[in-house]
């Protein structure tokens, strides 16, 4: 009998196959090429030898399958390479779904990309009812869409309008949601899993087809009608130029329509393309730089169950409200019983936007507690002070602190610009305090800066990273310094877009500019969504310890009380939230010279920080500056772009606008080693 080194083959009495997939010296399962072809030789044999059923189950206790190998996408060097992967496993998947007998993928945990796409290729679906279960087509955060075969049996078994929001969105989704859409037959707790899929095997169903409304999402006539729908819609968050993905997924749906076998083959050749894109290239080294920065979470195995918030302000609200939603008990106070109040609305909003069943909000705000009087700090296994960012409040709050926490509870940090050794000389054990300096809005905000001070031990660093990681967050080993690294780098960036808007250039022109570059937000519009009081007290801080000049205007603004969009005025006026739309005004300076003034003041930061061993290398920055700020993930991040544009180039552009505009584009001491490296 032939063993196979990724998949197990059990065959029980009544002559059902099981078939296992559990992908050797990996503690996920990913559809490799070498797991792809031992599929395709059991498939052959199933095809020789029919048993009387086959379920697909995985091995692994993390989940079903977590896609296709995206570390083999970097080996891919030309379109023939590309396309014969796929091809090679949209063939295997066809002859899955021919076998003439019934098949059941058995799903528990992560089934996405690759893994859902063999899924839909079975002729059933069996999922674990329970949070962890969560099924996608996430392809299109790669710079690709479904090439397996998944785009076509998608909108064949839930119809075009949300299959396409899956494939578009990259979302995932419960198993009681797939089950509600059709995407699986059954959701069913572990204790029935099993024979819930004898019980298909045994009486097979006929299969079930979406409405007929649905089905005509799909009929030539409204192809082309719904597809400029779609892209409409896609169009507002990923530009055609930087993200071609979403736009070939629908053009080839419109052209052959899932319907036709034809899409099959349009779907392969669309992906052979993209996958070779820059596009695609920087969207995987994002992946990588996503996977690099939950490993620094992995290290440390401390299980934490409370958490403990000090400041109920917007941020320290937040981060106890996310904390709650992660799991946690979590105490959050304040001066008074007024100060947090604000907190707890702001927490049951979020609740009521995570939590579709009633019994989870309930539950999530049992675990949110209002505590003004410290009832639970001491029971607290991380304490994290979000007060005012001034240190003196600060280092009279953790010298009181010190005596009433738990010995191995962690001591944290949400500055956001005052070094911990400053801080530290309060404690009488200082190597017990830690940076955990959070972004807002902090349910959006994937990174987590963990902050080490010169005396932070080890051991302590290595838990807060942990604790971000048990959060959802990814945390980043920072070292303490001025602004650490997204608040560093960003500030001059900030400073620049002010200094142009006192030139005259309008902030539409400037937000333009840097969106057009591929920026989630303009700076001025950022600013003014940060709040201009908060980026006041940054730049001060900032330019006391690193140099530099804050603008007059921004210091204008706050005294005037005109902070943003909390305040109704800022820089833009808002109404509703919403910027109030002005008269277009033309700008003294064309787009190409504010994009270059706005970049290259950030580029040049980064070198700074780098230089410095803010972060331990370049790829850290890139980590950084896209998980904290949403900086253009298709470029791969600020130095990997200042790679590609060309480090002689951009330190001959700092030069020249050193001399027309003076010593705040004046190149680090940085470049020097950077030129050194990149030759």
Same mark, same amino acid.
């Given at each position: 009998m032939t063993t196979y080194r990724h998949w197990r083959l059990e065959t029980d009495g009544e002559g059902f196959a099981w078939l296992h997939f559990?992908?050797?010296?990996?503690?996920?399962?990913?559809?490799?090429?070498? %797991?792809?072809?031992?599929?395709?030789?059991?498939?052959?044999?199933?095809? /020789? +030898? =029919?048993?009387?059923?086959?379920?697909?189950?995985?091995?692994?206790?993390?989940?079903?399958?977590?896609?296709?190998?995206?570390?083999e996408f970097t080996r891919i060097e030309n379109r023939r390479q590309a396309l014969d992967l796929i091809q090679t496993a949209q063939r295997h998947f066809h002859r899955l779904e021919r076998l003439p007998c019934p098949t059941i993928a058995r799903i528990h945990g992560f089934c996405l990309g690759g893994g859902l796409e063999l899924a839909l290729a079975c002729h059933y679906r069996v999922a674990l009812e329970e949070p962890g279960t969560r099924l996608g087509v996430p392809e299109i955060r790669l710079g690709i869409h479904p090439g397996f075969g998944g785009?076509?049996?998608?909108?064949?078994?839930?119809?075009?309008?949300?299959?396409?929001?899956?494939?578009?969105?990259?979302?995932?989704?419960?198993?009681?949601? %797939?089950?509600?859409?059709?995407?699986?037959?059954?959701?069913?707790?572990? /204790? +029935? =899993?099993d024979r819930a899929c004898r019980h298909l095997l045994q009486h097979p169903p006929r299969r079930k087809r979406p409405a007929w409304w649905l089905r005509l999402s799909d009929t030539a006539p409204v192809r082309p009608l719904f597809a400029e729908l779609l892209r409409r819609q896609v169009v507002k968050r990923a530009p055609p130029k930087h993200y071609p993905a979403?736009?070939?997924?629908?053009?080839?749906?419109?052209?052959?329509?899932?319907?036709?076998?034809?899409?099959?083959?349009?779907?392969?050749?669309?992906?052979?393309?993209?996958?070779?894109?820059?596009?695609?290239?920087?969207?995987?080294?994002v992946f990588f730089l996503r996977e690099r920065l939950k490993g620094h979470g992995r290290k440390d195995k401390t299980p934490f169950e409370q958490a403990h918030v000090i400041g109920a302000g917007v941020m320290g609200g937040d981060i106890a409200a996310w904390c709650s939603v992660q799991g946690l008990k979590v105490g959050i106070q304040d001066r008074a019983p007024e100060y947090v109040a604000p907190a707890v609305q702001r927490a049951w909003r979020l609740f009521a936007r995570k939590f579709k069943r009633g019994h989870e909000r309930t539950a999530a705000g049992d675990r949110f507690i209002p505590d003004p009087k410290s009832l639970q700090l001491g029971r607290a296994d991380v304490v994290i002070e979000a007060i005012i960012e001034n240190l003196e409040a600060k280092r009279n709050l953790f010298r009181d602190l010190?005596?009433?926490?738990?010995?191995?509870?962690?001591?944290?940090?949400?500055?956001?610009?005052?070094?911990?050794?400053?801080?530290?000389?309060?404690?009488?054990?200082p190597e017990r305090l830690v940076g955990l300096h959070f972004f807002n809005p902090v349910a959006k905000m994937q990174l987590v800066e963990v902050v080490r001070g010169v005396r932070t031990s080890e051991a302590c660093a290595a838990k807060a990273a942990a604790f971000a990681h048990r959060i959802g967050k990814l945390p980043l080993p920072v070292r303490s310094a001025p602004g650490f690294l997204v608040n560093r780098v960003l500030m001059p960036y900030l400073m620049e877009a002010v200094i142009m808007l006192e030139e005259g250039v309008p902030a539409e022109a400037i937000d333009h500019a840097a969106t057009d570059f591929g920026m989630p937000m303009g700076p001025i519009l950022l600013a003014d969504t940060v709040g201009l009081d908060i980026?006041?007290?940054?730049?001060?801080?900032?330019?006391?310890?690193?140099?530099?000049?804050?603008?007059?205007?921004?210091?204008?603004?706050?005294?005037?009380?005109?902070?943003?969009?909390?305040?109704?005025?800022?820089f833009y006026a808002y109404k509703r939230g919403k910027p109030v739309a002005r008269k277009h005004a033309e700008s003294p300076l064309p787009q190409e010279a504010i994009e270059e003034r706005l970049i290259l003041r950030l580029l040049n930061e980064c070198v700074a920080v780098l230089g410095e061993k803010v972060v331990e290398d370049a790829d850290l920055v890139d980590a950084g500056m896209i998980f904290g700020t949403g900086f253009a993930p298709f470029r791969g991040g600020p130095m990997h772009y200042l790679k590609k544009r060309g480090i002689e180039a951009c330190l001959n552009r700092l030069e020249a606008l050193t001399q027309r505009y003076g010593e705040r584009f004046k190149p680090d001491k940085g470049w020097e080693g950077l030129k050194c490296v990149g030759q």
């Amino acid at each position: 009998m032939t063993t196979y080194r990724h998949w197990r083959l059990e065959t029980d009495g009544e002559g059902f196959a099981w078939l296992h997939f559990d992908h050797a010296d990996a503690s996920t399962n990913v559809l490799s090429s070498e %797991a792809l072809a031992e599929l395709g030789e059991l498939i052959d044999r199933f095809h /020789r +030898h =029919l048993p009387r059923g086959l379920v697909i189950l995985s091995a692994k206790s993390k989940g079903f399958i977590a896609g296709a190998d995206v570390r083999e996408f970097t080996r891919i060097e030309n379109r023939r390479q590309a396309l014969d992967l796929i091809q090679t496993a949209q063939r295997h998947f066809h002859r899955l779904e021919r076998l003439p007998c019934p098949t059941i993928a058995r799903i528990h945990g992560f089934c996405l990309g690759g893994g859902l796409e063999l899924a839909l290729a079975c002729h059933y679906r069996v999922a674990l009812e329970e949070p962890g279960t969560r099924l996608g087509v996430p392809e299109i955060r790669l710079g690709i869409h479904p090439g397996f075969g998944g785009s076509v049996r998608l909108i064949r078994r839930i119809g075009a309008p949300k299959a396409f929001e899956m494939m578009l969105s990259g979302r995932t989704i419960d198993a009681r949601t %797939a089950r509600r859409l059709g995407l699986v037959d059954h959701a069913v707790p572990e /204790r +029935h =899993l099993d024979r819930a899929c004898r019980h298909l095997l045994q009486h097979p169903p006929r299969r079930k087809r979406p409405a007929w409304w649905l089905r005509l999402s799909d009929t030539a006539p409204v192809r082309p009608l719904f597809a400029e729908l779609l892209r409409r819609q896609v169009v507002k968050r990923a530009p055609p130029k930087h993200y071609p993905a979403p736009y070939a997924l629908i053009d080839l749906w419109q052209r052959h329509g899932a319907g036709s076998d034809a899409m099959f083959e349009a779907e392969a050749e669309s992906v052979a393309d993209l996958i070779l894109t820059e596009t695609s290239r920087n969207l995987v080294r994002v992946f990588f730089l996503r996977e690099r920065l939950k490993g620094h979470g992995r290290k440390d195995k401390t299980p934490f169950e409370q958490a403990h918030v000090i400041g109920a302000g917007v941020m320290g609200g937040d981060i106890a409200a996310w904390c709650s939603v992660q799991g946690l008990k979590v105490g959050i106070q304040d001066r008074a019983p007024e100060y947090v109040a604000p907190a707890v609305q702001r927490a049951w909003r979020l609740f009521a936007r995570k939590f579709k069943r009633g019994h989870e909000r309930t539950a999530a705000g049992d675990r949110f507690i209002p505590d003004p009087k410290s009832l639970q700090l001491g029971r607290a296994d991380v304490v994290i002070e979000a007060i005012i960012e001034n240190l003196e409040a600060k280092r009279n709050l953790f010298r009181d602190l010190e005596s009433s926490v738990k010995s191995d509870a962690l001591l944290a940090t949400n500055t956001s610009s005052i070094p911990l050794e400053e801080l530290a000389e309060a404690l009488r054990q200082p190597e017990r305090l830690v940076g955990l300096h959070f972004f807002n809005p902090v349910a959006k905000m994937q990174l987590v800066e963990v902050v080490r001070g010169v005396r932070t031990s080890e051991a302590c660093a290595a838990k807060a990273a942990a604790f971000a990681h048990r959060i959802g967050k990814l945390p980043l080993p920072v070292r303490s310094a001025p602004g650490f690294l997204v608040n560093r780098v960003l500030m001059p960036y900030l400073m620049e877009a002010v200094i142009m808007l006192e030139e005259g250039v309008p902030a539409e022109a400037i937000d333009h500019a840097a969106t057009d570059f591929g920026m989630p937000m303009g700076p001025i519009l950022l600013a003014d969504t940060v709040g201009l009081d908060i980026c006041l007290a940054v730049a001060d801080i900032l330019s006391r310890q690193l140099g530099g000049e804050v603008p007059t205007l921004l210091r204008e603004k706050v005294s005037a009380k005109q902070l943003g969009r909390k305040t109704g005025k800022g820089f833009y006026a808002y109404k509703r939230g919403k910027p109030v739309a002005r008269k277009h005004a033309e700008s003294p300076l064309p787009q190409e010279a504010i994009e270059e003034r706005l970049i290259l003041r950030l580029l040049n930061e980064c070198v700074a920080v780098l230089g410095e061993k803010v972060v331990e290398d370049a790829d850290l920055v890139d980590a950084g500056m896209i998980f904290g700020t949403g900086f253009a993930p298709f470029r791969g991040g600020p130095m990997h772009y200042l790679k590609k544009r060309g480090i002689e180039a951009c330190l001959n552009r700092l030069e020249a606008l050193t001399q027309r505009y003076g010593e705040r584009f004046k190149p680090d001491k940085g470049w020097e080693g950077l030129k050194c490296v990149g030759q």
